[in-house]
């Protein structure tokens, strides 16, 4: 299948975005656009929606097709994930002998970010804090998905119209709890709460949705002029209050769509190797943000840092994690991918013969 470059280069920008916000906290150096750049994990879901989509809807219609897909899923982003979270349980384990505080070791948290299922059941607390939107994801990949799939491509009208109503309710139903726990005017959709569930499903169905609208062949006229007062109107977004998050799904929509129709020197841009290359590892530069942002934080207690020109550090700190990122990936999350793949390929013999190419 055909691979969507401007898709690919988009996650590398959103990455930075929701880096940003988080080394804006970390530095206590408010930039006016990192201010929401929570609203990243949100174009983040519906943007998976749209691609896991595109690879596999038409794909999965046995149970063995089910798990085939779950374990290239696992094979992605397991690696890299397994291996951040290794970091900060070894952090955890050398400071709570250091401090003498055994109980700190949080044996149960562990074994739920081990296995990715932390934030599932109520929200628990990530080890390497952005990973809960992978755990989130997981659970996404284990149920949305499928639905979604059965859904748009084979149930009727009815069921289909019925989906569509109920990511619209567990839209609203993720709106009002934030707005009775957090206040809807101050904090928006970055809430840690346990309806991190309903904040992926209405993302990742209208990803759904998105997909099945390219694939029916369906374009938008002045693709460049919609892409340009997309980007406008995120901007505006990512500095503005809370009350308006709830654009970030009309406006993901017209983004997706509009990158998916670009031609030209705006399409030349978006499918460049190097800008391509990094919106393949942001995966990995997302997870790696944290652990940059640790370590950064025990040297300035330790006087080994002084920080007198904060920006200057934001943009080392985030050079910082990209380099980290990249490394991540190279040396991680392809090899490991591909030995997965490969030892699932040997035990499925002849049936998944095809499974590392695919």
């Not at 970390?26 to 949100?42: F, I, M, R, S």
């Amino acid at each position: 299948m055909q691979k969507i470059y401007s898709l690919t280069s988009l996650r590398f920008f959103l990455a930075v975005w929701v880096i940003c916000r988080h080394l804006s906290s970390a530095l206590q150096y408010e930039l006016a656009w990192t201010k929401n750049g929570y609203l990243a994990v949100d174009v983040f879901f519906i943007l998976s929606g749209f691609i896991l989509s595109y690879c596999y809807d038409d794909k999965i219609k046995t149970i063995s097709d089910y798990f085939l897909y779950l374990i290239k899923r696992i094979a992605r982003i397991y690696p890299a994930y397994f291996v951040t979270t290794a970091f900060f349980i070894i952090y955890n384990v050398i400071n709570a002998y250091i401090n003498q505080e055994p109980d700190k070791l949080m044996t149960s948290l562990t074994i739920k970010n081990l296995l990715m299922i932390q934030s599932w059941f109520g929200f628990n607390p990530s080890l390497n804090y952005p990973a809960w939107s992978i755990s989130t994801e997981f659970l996404a990949y284990i149920v949305i998905l499928p639905f979604c799939f059965f859904i748009l491509n084979k149930a009727k009208i009815f069921y289909k119209i019925l989906w569509l109503l109920l990511s619209i309710g567990a839209l609203c139903l993720y709106i009002n709890h934030y707005h009775a726990t957090a206040g809807l005017s101050t904090h928006g959709f970055n809430v840690y709460t346990h309806m991190t569930f309903f904040r992926i499903l209405p993302a990742f169905i209208l990803g759904n949705y998105i997909c099945h609208i390219y694939k029916k062949g369906i374009q938008i006229k002045y693709a460049h002029t919609f892409l340009l007062l997309t980007i406008i109107l995120f901007f505006f977004v990512a500095e503005s209050k809370a009350p308006l998050d709830i654009l970030i799904y009309p406006l993901s929509f017209l983004l997706i769509l509009s990158l998916l129709n670009i031609t030209g020197i705006v399409y030349k841009f978006f499918s460049t190797r190097s800008l391509v290359f990094l919106g393949e590892a942001s995966y990995c530069i997302y997870l790696a943000q944290a652990i940059n942002i640790q370590i950064f934080s025990a040297l300035i207690k330790m006087n080994v840092i002084i920080v007198s020109n904060k920006m200057f550090m934001l943009v080392m700190l985030l050079l910082t994690i990209i380099l980290t990122g990249i490394g991540l990936y190279i040396y991680v999350e392809k090899p490991m991918r591909k030995k997965i793949l490969t030892i699932a390929e040997n035990a499925a013999k002849p049936s998944a013969a095809t499974l590392v190419h695919s």
